[in-house]
């Protein structure tokens, strides 16, 4: 397997259980979308659609979520 994915010339998916990093690189706010659309091997917008949805519906929930993955990755 190499390294960058040919198609999005981005990192290669990470194998389940590796380190969850925020990706700062591909950041729209702090990364954390990109990290964990880097780490489940998904595209970074479905993550981020994903997030403001559950902010909406969730009343607020996901917001927390962020701010912890933010706070503990990295």
Do not use: N
Request: net charge positive.
């Amino acid at each position: 397997m190499s390294r960058f994915d040919e198609q999005t010339a981005r990192p290669a998916a990470r194998r389940a259980g590796g380190e969850l990093r925020l990706d700062k690189t591909h950041a729209k706010l702090a990364g954390v979308c990109a990290g964990l659309a880097e780490y489940f091997g998904k595209d970074a917008s479905l993550i981020r659609v994903i997030f403001v949805l559950g902010t909406l519906i969730g009343f607020g929930s996901f917001i927390l979520i962020y701010l912890a993955i933010w706070l503990l990755a990295d």
